[in-house]
Every structure is written in structure tokens, then in C-alpha cells.
């Protein structure tokens, strides 16, 4: 069975400080990993994914196979990074996907 | 592009009685997801179709729960009889296809069954 943790509900950081949302996954197959974000009134949206290797707004996420993690980091958090993030695993051509439980980033001015 | 549609936004409805929640996918997109959002158990998969027809329903909770998609651009997640243990935010996305499986949500709906 397919299992996303996210071991932390929430991370408070200082602004300027770094950030590091953890996700750590269990799949027997070859994982798709991604990262969704839902800001204050706005919709789930996709953030990043493991295979386009790409920063989005500051956030970078390397996918670990040996510790079967994914974790989200940023250098400097700014406060407009406040908001949920959920790590999420796809499986079934990758459509079928799997949400951890979220971790919320606040981040104090 | 006004992105994925669900109606009604909230819904409070008594124990007992009939919850149909809809969905209108993004044009062109393939597949249609529902999902329910409880702060217990986070955002869980109920069920996913490709071209209308439903691939893994494994997900819905249990035979009062169950979902359509009659056509492309329509959807409905039906709920009967309602408890109030389905208190939730039901989430409606959908995705373009197998080598695009980026998932864009809808706003929800708010369903509280008392």
C-alpha cells in the first residue's frame, strides 16, 4: 500500500529563516512525487514535481529514494510562503494519487 | 477559463437525506477526481474516471456514496442517507492526461449534515 507522511501540522518559521517541510513516502513501484500548496482563500494548486527538477518560487524538493523522501526547502521563507503544503505520491500511471495530511507553513514577520 | 466549477459551494443538510454534489471538469481534461478533505484523515482520493468512466473507486467510503459522469463536462458525487460523520469538504479536480498529471481543483464544497 501507498502511504505519504508528513510528520509535522505545523512548522513556524521567522522570515528570512530556512524552511524544510518534510514528506516521506512508501511505495513498492517507481514513485511520482509532487507538491501542492493552498494559500489563504485560494484553491489547491500544484506547487512542483520530482521530475521537471525545477525551483518554483524558491522551493526546491530532491526526491531521496534511499530514505524514500521528499522534502520541500526553501533558503528564505517570505511571508507570502504562509499557507498549507501537501506532499502527494502518484501511482497507477501517476494519475492515482495519494495526499499526506498537510503541513502548515506560518511564517512570523 | 473559470477552472474546475462545483455547486454548491456549502451545503447543510439533516441525517438522513440526499446530498448530490456537482462537478464541471476544465474542457479537454480527461480525467475527474473526487476527494474528501476531513482534518482527521487530510485529503482522501473517493474516486477517479478517465473519458467518463470510472477507473478506481476504492476510495468511497461505503455504499451510500456514489458518483456519475454522464458526460464530459458533468459530474455528480451523491450521498444517500447522509450522516453526519460525511461532515467534510468534498474537492472535485481534474487533470489533462497520462503525461500531464497535474490536477487542478475546484474551490470545494462545504457539505455539514447534522
Known amino acids: 500500500a501507498q502511504r505519504v507522511t508528513q510528520p509535522e501540522k505545523l512548522l513556524s518559521v521567522f522570515k528570512g529563516a530556512p524552511v524544510e517541510l518534510k514528506c516521506n513516502y512508501s511505495?513498492?513501484?517507481?514513485?511520482?512525487l509532487f507538491w501542492y500548496v493552498q494559500y489563504s482563500r485560494q484553491r489547491l494548486q500544484l506547487l512542483l514535481r520530482?521530475?521537471s527538477r525545477e525551483s518554483i518560487k524558491g522551493f526546491t524538493a530532491d526526491l531521496n529514494k534511499g530514505e524514500t523522501s521528499f522534502h520541500l526547502k526553501k533558503p528564505f521563507a517570505q511571508e507570502e510562503d504562509s499557507a498549507m503544503y501537501y506532499c502527494a505520491l502518484g501511482s497507477g500511471g501517476y494519475q492515482k494519487v495519494t495526499f499526506g495530511i498537510g503541513t502548515k507553513l506560518q511564517v512570523i514577520p | 477559463d473559470a477552472g474546475v466549477i462545483q455547486s454548491p459551494r456549502h451545503e447543510v443538510t439533516e441525517m438522513g437525506q440526499e446530498v448530490t454534489l456537482r462537478c464541471k471538469p476544465i474542457?479537454?481534461?480527461?480525467?475527474l477526481f473526487w476527494y474528501r478533505q476531513t482534518m482527521m484523515r487530510g485529503l482522501e482520493l473517493l474516486i477517479y474516471?478517465?473519458?467518463?468512466?470510472?477507473?478506481?473507486d476504492s476510495g468511497m467510503p461505503e455504499d451510500r456514496f456514489s458518483a456519475k459522469m454522464p458526460n464530459a463536462s458533468f459530474s455528480t458525487l451523491k450521498i444517500q442517507p447522509s450522516e453526519p460523520r460525511d461532515s467534510a469538504v468534498y474537492f472535485c479536480?481534474?487533470?489533462?492526461?497520462?503525461?500531464?498529471?497535474?490536477?487542478?481543483f475546484g474551490p470545494g464544497t462545504r457539505l455539514t449534515v447534522l
Open positions: 474542457s479537454g481534461h480527461d480525467y
Open positions: 511505495y513498492s513501484g517507481s514513485p511520482e
Open positions: 520530482h521530475i
Open positions: 474516471f478517465n473519458n467518463n468512466v470510472p477507473i478506481d
Open positions: 479536480a481534474s487533470s489533462p492526461s497520462t503525461s500531464r498529471p497535474e490536477q487542478f
